[in-house]
T-cell receptor
Framework: GENVEQHPSTLSVQEGDSAVIKCTYS??????FPWYKQELGKGPQLIID?????GEKKDQRIAVTLNKTAKHFSLHITETQPEDSAVYFC????????????FGRGTSLIVHP | EAGVVQSPRYKIIEKKQPVAFWCNPI?????LYWYRQNLGQGPELLIR????????DSQLPKDRFSAERLKGVDSTLKIQPAELGDSAVYLC????????????????FGPGTRLTVL
């Protein structure tokens, strides 16, 4: 099955700085990579995703890049704000025809005002 | 539009006691998922339903866990008897039909039920 590694486990930045979270995956057949944000006491919420036919996708202050050769993908948050503080999870599909995500262990992002 | 509803939000029980969690998915979502999230980790799938049929339950500990989704809408996840290691957040999620590996529909998660087994 799929193995997803995520790092760092914690990331502390000053407001306005950029934050980068990286993930690697093991199954070369994987072709869909979502990122989730989980705030305290809430369930994960999809914030951006990328499919294997593109190398980069942007949505305002967040972007995701994908390197299929190296089997890694990254989340980039620019101009961080305190409300960006949360736990972020990457995911990749488990093997098989239907999409069951295998999640990384999460990155706790703290943005200091 | 209402999101995924779960109850209770918190549950504290003693080991060997039974416990049940309830989930109401987003209206029109045929696919329903139950995940377990241990502290400091990502969610792990326990079971997935397509309408009322359980199509992926390979990670569900069947000796003590059971689930049902009568009429293909609400779902209940039960643990009997609970063990100390079952302490976790149990998340329910729903999505439109999964169209196979080339068509991924967004999963919407509920707030979860935090279970503490003493």
């Amino acid at each position: 099955g799929e193995n997803v590694e995520q790092h760092p486990s914690t990331l502390s930045v000053q407001e306005g700085d950029s934050a980068v979270i990286k993930c690697t995956y093991s199954d070369s057949a994987s072709n869909y990579f979502p990122w989730y944000k989980q705030e305290l006491g809430k369930g994960p919420q999809l914030i951006i995703d990328i499919r294997s036919n593109v190398g980069e996708k942007k949505d305002q202050r967040i972007a995701v890049t994908l390197n299929k050769t190296a089997k890694h993908f990254s989340l980039h948050i620019t101009e961080t704000q305190p409300e960006d503080s949360a736990v972020y999870f990457c995911a990749a599909p488990s093997s098989g025809g239907s999409y069951i995500p295998t999640f990384g262990r999460g990155t706790s992002l703290i943005v200091h005002p | 539009e209402a999101g995924v509803v779960q109850s209770p939000r918190y549950k504290i029980i003693e080991k060997k006691q039974p416990v049940a969690f309830w989930c109401n998915p987003i209206s029109g979502h045929n696919t329903l998922y139950w995940y377990r999230q241990n502290l400091g980790q990502g969610p792990e799938l326990l079971i997935r339903y397509e309408n009322e049929e359980a199509v992926d339950d390979s990670q569900l500990p069947k000796d003590r866990f059971s689930a049902e989704r009568l009429k293909g809408v609400d779902s209940t996840l039960k643990i009997q008897p609970a063990e100390l290691g079952d302490s976790a957040v149990y998340l329910c999620a729903s999505s439109l039909d999964q169209g196979g590996s080339s068509s991924y529909n967004e999963q919407f998660f509920g707030p979860g039920t935090r279970l503490t087994v003493l």
